[in-house]
């Protein structure tokens, strides 16, 4: 997991608005006829039923692993709500070259593009993978919409098992798995590592601190080289949402604001050390004392009342209180090489092989770096994450009937009925006026994602009849799929579900 996260930090610091080769139509080639029935469509993408258009099909050997590549275009409406062309990378298993019709666990990396080296793993236990692929936006820039339209169009198709869906993604990657893992059901488990918590407080602190980064103290080189290579994301953060950064806006596009419906087993990790997403936003009793004589006076971490919390709860643990999660802190490895700008990795990397709980949701490692110092980034060691142990355990135990909450099916509904869990304002393209933010899919799509996933749920007696009860107990206004959910039983909730699914799933509500 450390090729990973280097990845997503190499692309966090090339900040980008556009790129030349990432807007380049890779060239269509001749795929082998078992691609092709996964993929058929060549033509323009729409909104649902082919929404996924074949550009390119690429094969190569990877560590004697078989990384097959399916480029594809898809539509999806942006921050704006209004119409944008992406693409996604779907890496596919060997097993279904030998039986397409074949279902198979899927890992979506958010946020950030995998490439085949850390693809390949996954493909080797038999996983598909997705991700975005050639994004000019940076995650943090663009929001969740892309990553939400490819999730919904990849575990719609045929040979993926709605039922071993899995997330995972680093930085703002990790954020961006936490907001898809707030939305998405149901999920095996979700692996955000270092993630923003709070977005208006990070995006603040990125803002607050770029000078006293970018400072010489009479060097050659910047005194945080890590912090002021990031610190102009704030730039194009602005304009979309515009000031001041303790506002509501901020805050809906805040996995904090969103606790409430992450109900997958959730894996997460930071590091004491981290400047890039300080520990300050997960607890102010895990923020370790600075040595003062290295940074400059104006330089500030402290998470303060200016910015929202969800129910006066501003921080990670205050906001999941201490029943929804359990803590582990892991000292790192004596004489591990110090993280370097522009070094070359490591032909070898100290593996940490994260601890997780099996009784709470939320499992949060805490790697014990000590303070943070000017020269850290998200780490201030070169190590790795070992997360094998978690995803194989979350794998064994599937999904299980209290993954469904009263507010994961409230928002489930919402999803339905085509209303955001956290509404949003955004700055209107050129004229800077406040407009309303879209953080959904299309309508269509969105239902057909929430059917896919209530259906694959109410396969197991237990989830099903959980659902029918926790149905009844809805608002009026909430049932969206009848009166009632069948008469109670398993059963019913699954005849319900069908009749939804051919007569109101595809009606607008």
């Not at 045929?158 to 936490?178: E, K, N």
């Not at 049932?479 to 109101?504: I, P």
Request: aromatic letters at 8%; charged letters at 20%.
């Amino acid at each position: 997991m450390y090729r990973t996260l280097m990845l997503a930090l190499t692309a966090l610091i090339r900040l980008h608005s556009f790129c030349s080769e990432a807007q380049a139509t890779p060239p269509v080639n001749t795929p082998p006829d078992w691609v092709v029935k996964l993929f058929p469509s060549v033509s323009a993408p729409d909104r649902l039923k082919r929404r996924l258009r074949r550009l390119s099909v690429s094969e190569r050997n990877v560590h004697g692993v078989a990384v097959v590549t399916a480029t594809v275009e898809l539509m999806y409406p942006d921050m704006y709500g209004k119409d944008h062309l992406g693409q996604a990378n779907i890496f596919l298993p060997a097993s279904l070259r030998d039986n397409p019709t074949r279902r198979v666990p899927l890992m979506h990396n958010a946020g950030y593009e995998i490439d085949e080296t850390s693809a390949a793993g996954l493909l080797a236990k038999g996983y598909a993978v997705c991700t975005p692929h050639a994004e000019p936006l940076h995650p943090l820039h663009r929001n969740v919409n892309l990553d939400l339209a490819i999730l919904h169009a990849t575990r719609s198709l045929p040979f993926v098992d709605p039922l071993r869906v899995s997330i995972q993604g680093g930085s703002a990657g990790g954020w961006m798995t936490l907001m898809l893992t707030a939305d998405a059901f149901p999920l095996v488990c979700s692996m955000p590592d270092v993630p923003l918590i709070h977005f208006g407080y990070n995006i603040a602190y990125l803002e607050a601190n770029r000078e006293a980064a970018t400072a010489q103290h009479g060097a050659d080189k910047p005194n945080m080289p890590y912090l002021a290579a990031v610190s102009t994301i704030t730039d194009r953060v602005k304009p979309f949402y515009g000031m001041p950064y303790e506002s509501v806006t901020y805050l809906g596009v805040s996995p904090l604001a969103h606790i409430d419906t992450i109900t997958a087993p959730t894996l997460t990790t930071f590091s004491t050390a981290d400047v890039l997403v300080p520990i300050d936003q997960v607890s102010p009793s895990l923020t370790q004392r600075r040595d003062p004589s290295l940074f400059l006076k104006e330089y500030d971490s402290a998470m303060t009342t200016r910015f929202p919390g969800i129910r006066g709860k501003r921080t990670l643990l205050e906001a999941l209180g201490s029943r929804r999660y359990d803590l582990f802190t892991v000292p790192v490895a004596i004489g591990l090489p110090r993280i370097k700008l522009g070094a070359a990795p490591p032909s070898e990397t100290k593996q940490i092989t994260l601890p997780f709980s099996q009784r709470k949701i939320w499992s949060i490692t805490v790697i014990d770096e000590g303070a943070a110092e000017p020269s850290d980034a998200h780490t201030k060691y070169v190590w790795g994450m070992n997360h094998e142990p978690f995803r194989k355990w979350a794998e064994e135990r599937g999904v299980t009937a209290d993954q469904l909450t009263m507010p994961k099916l409230q928002r489930l509904m919402m999803r339905l009925k085509g209303e955001a869990w956290r509404p949003i304002r955004v700055r209107s393209e050129g004229r800077g006026e406040e407009i309303d933010g879209n953080q959904m899919d299309y309508p269509e799509a969105e239902r057909a994602d929430v059917t896919l996933g209530l259906t694959a749920f109410a396969t197991d007696d237990v989830r099903a009849i959980r659902l029918a009860r926790l149905y009844s107990r809805l608002p009026s206004r909430l049932k969206v799929l009848g009166a009632s959910l069948g008469d109670g039983t398993a059963k019913g909730a699954r005849s319900a579900l069908e009749m939804f699914a051919a007569t109101g799933a595809q009606r607008t509500p």
